[in-house]
């Protein structure tokens, strides 16, 4: 994890331990071998050369280690232990009332460690037993599980700022407005995408902000700094209570709907089992094949 992650602290988070707790092991176990397996700066870690074929040496093992414990846990007459899952931000938020909150509730022994993430992963280097994106971007090698309903992005902006700048009717009367702009993973800034009539258009909005996170041109939205593209989960219940108006409506298409996706196992936990098996239930996908 370590090797992977290339800093002590963003593997520890991974793993459920102490930085310093990882930190001694490794420590440990390079005083054990007599050999140096990272190099160490404040910014990063590396492997050194011996590191990387230690690494490369007993992956094989690290992973029968796990298909052993794998076994054993299928054994499990009650869900127990952790599942690790990985989603888009935007994709975390939509399920974590419907469906994890609700299944920790039936299953109390079961942990679930979600990490969020704007870029995609394989969550199998990534030590993942889960991912949630859009169907769209699932992995061609993956099982999905379609997920949820209709998606759809908004474009909202709080009452006041309606009144003193006006309301947008096509997409181009963006460039009359201030507009808080979203910065990919990658650092582009996200275009925002239209389309009626078979017509599609991406307007490269301005505006005052820049963020990379949604919740925060949310309240930027609601101190009427601007206009902001979201999620329609995410702030319905601003819709809803009047504290956010939608406009451009029927410019916004309907997006990929969500996925829960995750490799074949020939040995699956009782915990990702029940998981899967309530996931199945809650999406009403009963035509999908059970776990094997």
């Given amino acids: 994890m370590v090797a992977r992650r290339g800093k002590f602290r963003t593997a520890a988070l991974e793993l459920g331990v102490?930085?310093?707790?990882?930190?001694?092991?490794?420590?440990?176990?390079?005083?054990?071998?007599?050999?140096?397996?990272?190099?160490r700066t404040t910014r990063s870690v590396s492997l050194t050369e011996a590191g990387q074929q230690f690494v490369a040496q007993v992956a094989p093992a690290v992973r029968e280690i796990h298909e052993a414990m794998e076994v054993a846990r299928s054994q499990q007459a009650t869900p127990s232990g952790t599942l690790r899952i990985n989603a888009f931000p935007t994709a975390a938020r939509e399920i974590f009332t419907s469906l994890v909150l609700p299944?920790?509730?039936?299953?109390?022994?079961?942990?679930?460690?979600?990490?969020?993430?704007?870029?995609?992963?394989?969550?199998?280097?990534?030590?993942?037993?889960?991912?949630v994106r859009s169907s769209d971007l699932v992995p061609a090698d993956m099982i999905a599980l379609p997920f949820g309903g209709v998606r759809r992005n908004v474009v909202v902006g709080s009452p006041s700022y309606l009144e003193?700048?006006?309301?947008?009717?096509?997409?181009?009367?963006?460039?009359?407005?201030?507009?808080?702009?979203?910065?990919?993973?990658?650092?582009?800034?996200?275009r925002w995408p239209f389309e009626k009539d078979g017509q599609s258009v991406h307007i490269d909005v301005d505006g005052a902000i820049t963020l990379d996170e949604a919740s925060l041109a949310r309240t930027a939205a609601l101190a009427s700094v601007g206009l902001t593209l979201a999620m329609e989960s995410d702030v319905r219940n601003d819709i809803e209570a009047?504290?956010?108006?939608?406009?451009?409506?029927?410019?916004?298409?309907?997006l990929s709907p969500l996925s829960l996706y995750y490799p074949s196992r020939r040995n699956p936990t009782a915990a990702f089992k029940a998981f899967v098996d309530f996931a199945r239930r809650q999406s009403g996908a009963n035509t999908l094949s059970t776990v094997a």
């Fill in 242 to 254: 009047g504290r956010l108006v939608r406009v451009l409506e029927d410019w916004t298409p309907t």
């Fill in 164 to 190: 003193a700048h006006g309301t947008p009717m096509v997409p181009q009367d963006l460039a009359e407005h201030s507009c808080l702009r979203v910065r990919l993973p990658d650092g582009a800034i996200y």
């Fill in 18 to 39: 102490s930085t310093t707790a990882l930190s001694n092991a490794v420590g440990t176990l390079e005083r054990a071998l007599g050999i140096r397996l990272f190099n």
């Fill in 103 to 131: 299944f920790l509730r039936a299953h109390p022994q079961v942990h679930i460690d979600i990490v969020t993430e704007g870029r995609l992963v394989d969550i199998v280097a990534g030590g993942f037993d889960l991912g």
